[in-house]
């Protein structure tokens, strides 16, 4: 396994895939200090939508979904499709799969000012184009939001 490259989407979208397995052994423990200790308060007092960018293997969709209000809705989503298919299968039964999707932190596909809540874990030093990703961001939460 080589190092991550970092400015190109395509590469890191296949370096992505062929870590997934691994990563998700890595990431348990993390990934439940973080989101316990820095999201908490934001995602239990969410009355609006939650964006969750850079999923993983949804250790930590998994710990928003049991954070966040029943009646909020939660989408979630990563570049590696193998990451996407791993969170579904962890959350088979939990969140609908319709929830968990494919997608790039640069090109989202969502209204405009749509979520009241965005959440990317270790993703923004990833990113091709921070700005772009940034920017995205922006676009889709709701005024005010973060």
């Known amino acids: 396994m080589g190092e991550a490259p970092v400015r190109d989407q395509n590469n890191l979208k296949e370096f992505w895939d062929e870590f997934a397995e691994e990563f998700d052994l890595f990431s348990e423990s993390t990934n439940q200090i973080i989101y316990c200790l820095a999201v908490n308060s934001k995602i239990s007092t969410a009355t ?33 499709p193998n990451m996407v298919k791993i969170t579904r299968s962890r959350l088979d039964g939990v969140l609908d799969s319709s929830c968990i999707n494919e997608s790039s932190s640069q090109e989202l596909d969502f209204e405009d000012e749509y979520f009241g ?30």
Do not use: W
Not at 56 to 66: A, P
């Open 48 to 80: 609006d939508p939650i964006l969750e960018v850079g999923c993983g293997t949804g250790r930590g969709t998994e710990l928003i979904m049991f954070m966040k209000q029943s009646s909020v809705e939660l989408q979630s989503i990563d570049l590696s």
């Open 117 to 146: 809540r965005y959440i990317s874990n270790m993703v923004l030093h990833l990113t091709p184009d921070p700005l772009k990703m940034v920017s995205e961001a922006f676009r889709v939460l709701k005024t005010g939001n973060l």
